[in-house]
């Protein structure tokens, strides 16, 4: 399954991006911040570092980020209408 997320900055990657990731979807970033786009785009992953004791590291994979300026194909993505 996918899900767009409209935001790649550190709150949209580092908590709803990697919850959505690790539970299996494709994770569309959607981000007017072209630099950051295509890095993610050359890497084709990123690491959360954990604000818990250990800090421990999670790696995103499932992403395939967007400029905000390019159109995403929303309609395709849902199964059924959502209403």
Known sequence: MKAVHFGAGNIGRGFI??????SGYE????????????ELQRRG???VTLAD?????CRSR????ST???WIPLRPLWRR???
């Open 62 to 65: 499932a992403l395939r980020p």
């Open 81 to 83: 209408p959502i209403w």
């Open 68 to 70: 905000g300026r390019t």
């Open 53 to 57: 004791d250990a800090e421990r590291r």
């Open 27 to 38: 994770v569309i970033f959607s981000d007017v911040n072209r630099t950051l786009v295509e």
């Open 17 to 22: 991006g990697l919850l959505l990731s690790q």
């Open 45 to 47: 992953e990123y690491t």
